[in-house]
């Protein structure tokens, strides 16, 4: 029942998908669930509730949006917060990336670096 429990970044190198689906963090993979396409049994690591579903299904539990099929998460509303802010951030990134993609001309080159490493933080913070 802690509130404050294992939520720093770990600085896990280059795994997009946990980057851009921050939600699997807490819960726990039990299986993959038959059927493939993304879809596990999981665990929450904060009630302990298990589910079978997608990514849908772990933010639906943990930000009681979308997806169907699966209670909310009864961890304390601040951890909830926490996990709130995360997945927004990691949609802010998806966006940038995206954005990146389509763009046709490459990103400019900094020398100073700059520019790079505001872009940066402000992904990685708020
Ligand atoms: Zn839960």
Not at 78 to 104: D, G
Request: charged share 25%.
């Amino acid at each position: 029942m802690s509130s404050s429990r294992a939520l720093a970044t770990e600085g896990g190198a280059g795994d997009d998908k946990l980057i851009l689906s921050p939600l699997w963090n807490h819960v726990e993979k039990i299986s993959k669930a038959p059927g493939g396409g993304g879809n596990y049994k999981v665990r929450c690591k904060f009630c302990s509730k298990i589910w079978s579903g997608s990514y849908s299904r772990v933010k639906k539990h943990f930000l009681g949006e979308g997806g169907f099929g699966v209670k909310e998460c009864t961890a304390d509303p601040q951890t909830l917060k926490i996990f709130k802010t995360e997945h927004e951030n990691a949609l802010k990134r998806k966006a940038m990336s995206n954005a990146a993609k389509s763009a046709s001309v490459p990103l400019p080159q900094v020398h100073d670096g700059t520019e790079l490493s505001v872009s940066y933080m402000l992904a990685l913070k708020a």
